[in-house]
Antibody, heavy 124, light 112 residues
Framework: QVQLVQSGAEVKKPGASVKVSCKASGYTFTSYYMHWVRQAPGQGLEWMGIINPSGGSTSYAQKFQGRVTMTRDTSTSTVYMELSSLRSEDTAVYYC?????????????????WGQGTTVTVSS | DIVMTQTPLSLSVTPGQPASISCKSSQSLLHSDGKTYLYWYLQKPGQPPQLLIYEVSNRFSGVPDRFSGSGSGTDFTLKISRVEAEDVGVYYCMQSIQLPQTFGQGTKLEIK
């Protein structure tokens, strides 16, 4: 079955970086984009960016430009999301999520498979 | 960015009664391929979101038929014909016609 398994919870100090992994299984890794979405405590869902696991190209939400880097390792079917210069407002659950359908030029699909979430706590 | 606006932000419903959530987008979600990229999710406490409806009105696999979606262009609605206790959580609409993908604020459904 299709599955996304994320790395464990992290506690970081302000100014540090965090790198969250998301290992995919049960489908052709390079055929589907991967999204990252976060949710601060008690808040809604916030889209952070997308990576094309085939070529590695990315697109980030303007809010995170310059602080977020999404990468992939096709040998292990894993995508990574690194967020730098952490501040308390980055305390959140971070999700990877796979779109419902394979990549099609010019089309972005909504997500149907989500990782379990990774809690990142930023505190001094 | 496309702004997604949901109403109401909270609902309290008696089991067996219907419920309806509205979602309006600041731009049309109709793509040149003829599809409308509007999705509905339910997030239960402590869980990631789960897909309920895709492309306005298509129920995702395993979703009970008491859930239905409708709408076009910029105005969309999620309806639950008869609310059950397991339907509690926060409902989100989301657009994927363009990046950044954006979500509504969420509608919290509770049972009376």
């Amino acid at each position: 079955q299709v599955q996304l398994v994320q790395s464990g919870a992290e506690v970081k100090k302000p100014g540090a970086s965090v790198k969250v992994s998301c290992k995919a299984s049960g489908y052709t890794f390079t055929s589907y984009y991967m999204h990252w979405v976060r949710q601060a405590p008690g808040q809604g869902l916030e889209w952070m960016g997308i990576i094309n696991p085939s070529g590695g190209s990315t697109s980030y939400a303007q809010k995170f430009q310059g602080r977020v880097t999404m990468t992939r390792d096709t040998s292990t079917s894993t995508v990574y999301m690194e967020l730098s210069s952490l501040r308390s407002e980055d305390t959140a659950v971070y999700y990877c999520a796979r779109p419902k359908a394979p990549m099609v030029r010019g089309v972005y699909y909504g997500m149907d498979v989500w990782g379990q979430g990774t809690t990142v706590t930023v505190s001094s | 960015d496309i702004v997604m606006t949901q109403t109401p932000l909270s609902l309290s419903v008696t089991p067996g009664q219907p419920a309806s959530i509205s979602c309006k987008s600041s731009q049309s979600l109709l793509h040149s391929d003829g599809k409308t990229y509007l999705y509905w999710y339910l997030q239960k406490p402590g869980q990631p979101p789960q897909l309920l409806i895709y492309e306005v009105s298509n129920r995702f696999s395993g979703v009970p038929d008491r859930f239905s979606g409708s709408g076009s262009g910029t105005d969309f609605t999620l309806k639950i014909s008869r609310v059950e206790a397991e339907d509690v959580g926060v409902y989100y609409c989301m657009q994927s016609i363009q990046l950044p993908q954006t979500f509504g604020q969420g509608t919290k459904l509770e049972i009376k």
